[in-house]
């Protein structure tokens, strides 16, 4: 909301036409014609017709003063083409000034919040000369935030231990591999950008993904008049899709990170598959048997992943046992 500028003197000409008439009488009361035609009254009006301009003027801002203002909020090295905006074409070369300047002053610069670190990664940090030297290595496809950690601990518990004061910024390159982690000199470089913009009281870490392995498999009923490998090779698509890290999601953003792998959704995107009638024996397999969230049946519901973590499945033709439904 823009502040309202102040009216520093709003008489008008016939206000101080009549202000003056009304003082005559006391300032000189010998004064007795009054009319248009009488020289005094000519003068009167004259000068409130002056006093009335320079009120004008008084209540707007001299566009040398707003080159002034320009100059303080772009910087000492700033300058205003032509010195004064004098001609047509410098005071449309001004207001242009000012919109950018105003554009400018909108556009974030302070990482304050985890909401800001995550946009001046994936909309300012591109358009820097760091980012454009390092080439497709610098491409940012995804950034993750999380306060009040340091993720440069190789123990992933000490990961997950509260840091106050600290920030790590998860980095996530635009890349074809399946598991896209940033190159030293991405995370380099994106830190030595954050550093201007940080809180003093700000630690900041710029640190690649983990990817925790999972292993699906499960039971398929097809229809009789399936191709099995036509459902087989759909299925680990689907699948692939579904987790990728940078088209995965219900969003086609990625898997989110941190977020819990759970049986029900690979029930429910199998039996989405065409050709498929029904679904058995869905299993999550990993190494680390902690993740996995089992119901009161010992029925497997979910694999656990830390804020950080994103995930990377192993599915293949034998991950999957074709029946025919009956």
Sequence with gaps: MTLPLPNLDD??????????????????????????????????????????????????????????FLKLLNGPEWSFQGNSPETDQQTKALNATI??????????????????????????????????????????????????????????????????????????????????????????????????????????HVVEPQYVPVKITAELFIVEDALPDKICKQAMQDICQLFHPLTGGTDSQGWPFGRDIYASEVYQLLENVVGVDYVEAVKLHTQETWRLNRARSDTLMSITLYPDELVTVEVNKKSFEIKTAG
């Design 11 to 68: 008489h008008t000409y016939a206000e101080l036409v009549e202000e003056a008439r009304s003082l005559i009488s006391n300032v000189y009361p010998e004064w007795t014609n009054h009319n248009p035609t009488d020289t005094g009254i000519i003068l009167m009006e004259l000068l409130a017709w002056l006093t009335e301009m320079k009120l004008y003027q008084i209540n707007r801002v001299p566009d040398q003063n707003i080159v002034s």
């Design 99 to 204: 919109r950018k300047t105003l554009v400018d002053l909108h556009e974030r610069y302070r990482a304050v919040t985890c909401e800001d670190f995550e946009y001046l990664t994936t909309h300012q940090w591109p358009q820097t000369a760091a980012a454009k030297d390092l080439g497709n290595q610098g491409k940012v496809k995804r950034s993750h935030c999380i306060a009040r950690r340091n993720l440069t601990f190789a123990d992933p518990k000490a990961r997950q231990q509260p840091a106050p004061g600290h920030v790590s910024l998860i980095v996530v390159p635009d890349s074809n591999s399946p598991t896209p982690k940033p190159t030293k000199a991405l995370c380099q470089n994106l830190w030595t950008f954050l550093d201007e913009r940080r809180l003093l009281t700000t630690r900041h």
